[in-house]
């Protein structure tokens, strides 16, 4: 298939086995600039699977993934982060006895994790990339607040702030909404329309609400492959994709 060559993220005949059993199987995924692509599907389907492809967590047996038009398929993990990819797991990774400034001043580039930011100085440009940041994932006001004691949609948030301060072109988030509350959710479907305006975010999710919000693009997975890609109208309308995921 012949493609322009401009895509932020093409992914081609991705697939990995664990044990003979194919996880992922001639995934395809062309993602454009600015964008929020959605991937929905069943448990088990393979989504989680993508994204750990992709950022380089879990090897691939076959295929390419190439970002700005670089193979990175092989890369170290912490090189594919400096290529510009960041990830949000599943369970939120932050530093609970350490306020939410001092979680994004560590996350950021010049920051050198939790022993280097002894010795890092808080220049003008990194004090106004934490406040930047913290009012794009509404913390602000909850700068020198314990991170431990923020609401659930609150560390969320701020994993995803965290994220942020590396500026990364592409953010992909597994499943940002679970648990969080209908307003939590509402500020979350905001969060990331506002953070698209300056990168592409690939989103799994099974809220199809939320998934309405923000999609410009779903990608319906099922036992590894693409069953149906398009605008949320169309995958909500095909019978594969009804029989055997929102039908249920
Ligand atoms: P989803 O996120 O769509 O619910 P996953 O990507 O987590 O699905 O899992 C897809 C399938 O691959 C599941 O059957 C899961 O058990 C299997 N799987 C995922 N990661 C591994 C692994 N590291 N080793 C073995 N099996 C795995
Ligand atoms: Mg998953």
């Not at 005949?13 to 929020?36: E, M, P, T």
């Not at 692509?37 to 390419?64: E, F």
């Not at 992909?172 to 592409?200: C, N, Y």
Request: net charge negative; glycine share 10%.
């Amino acid at each position: 298939m012949s493609k322009p060559a401009d895509f932020l993220l093409s992914v081609e005949s991705l697939g990995v086995s664990f044990d003979g059993f194919k996880a992922v199987d001639g995934f395809n995924f062309y993602l454009d600039r600015n964008r929020v692509h959605v991937i929905i599907g069943p448990n088990g389907a393979g989504k989680t699977t993508v994204l750990d492809l992709i950022c380089g967590k879990t090897k691939a047996t076959s295929g390419s993934i190439k970002f700005k038009d670089q193979e990175i398929r092989g890369l170290a993990e912490h090189k594919i982060v400096r290529a510009g990819i960041g990830r949000k797991f599943q369970n939120p990774s932050i530093y609970e006895n350490l306020t939410v400034f001092e979680n994004l001043e560590i996350s950021h580039p010049k920051g050198r994790g939790v022993f280097g930011c002894l010795m890092f100085r808080r220049t003008e440009e990194v004090l106004g990339r934490i406040r930047a940041v913290a009012e794009d994932v509404a913390l602000l006001e909850l700068l020198d607040t314990e991170a431990g004691i923020l609401s659930h949609g609150q560390k969320q948030w701020l994993e995803i702030g965290m994220l942020l301060m590396q500026d990364p072109e592409l953010l992909m988030l597994d499943e940002p909404v679970a648990g969080m509350s209908v307003r939590e959710r509402e500020a979350t479907a905001k969060l990331i329309k506002k953070i698209s305006g300056q990168r592409s975010v690939i989103v799994i999710e099974h809220d199809m609400e939320f998934v309405k919000e923000i999609a410009d693009r779903v990608t319906v997975m099922h036992l590894g492959k693409i069953l149906a890609e398009g605008s949320m109208e169309h995958v909500q309308a095909d019978p594969k994709v009804i029989e055997v995921y929102i039908g249920h």
